[in-house]
């Protein structure tokens, strides 16, 4: 019973990421057409573990938004999840923090880990 009890939380924690990932905003994307400022922006969105957004996601958000500064956009985004998904997952977990699904390409485990940190955060309560 108490099995069922951990995985109905696990499930229901897993189902409100699902959620916040989806609800994540760029509301702050640069005002310039400026790679470097858009790389950076990408760069900072990864390391937030916020999930990465399209172009026209990010064309709606500004008018500024060339295809060369999507490119560096992009290009920060893939260094901000190198470092992201670096992190211990188990203990991003365990704290309480949102992930948002963006290790899941990078590290199979990763989400597994989170899960095992969550678990752990919850027999703790």
Known sequence: M?????????LAIFALLVVAGCASHHSDTPNT??????????????AKGL??????????????LTDEAYMAY????????????SQ????????????????DNIDPF?????MAGVQSHAGGM
């Not at 990465?52 to 008018?63: D, P």
């Not at 992009?74 to 998904?85: E, R």
């Not at 977990?93 to 949102?98: C, H, I, P, V, Y």
């Open 33 to 46: 057409a400026d790679s470097q400022a858009w790389q950076s922006y990408g760069e900072q969105t990864a």
């Open 88 to 103: 211990n997952a188990s203990w991003l977990g365990s704290t309480g923090q949102a992930y948002r699904g963006i290790c």
């Open 74 to 85: 992009q290009k920060g985004y893939a260094t901000g999840q190198k470092q992201y998904c």
């Open 51 to 64: 999930v990465e957004h399209s172009q026209h996601q990010l064309a709606k958000s500004s008018a500024n």
């Open 110 to 114: 990763f989400r597994q880990d989170y």
């Open 2 to 10: 108490k099995q069922i009890n951990v995985m109905k939380q696990a």
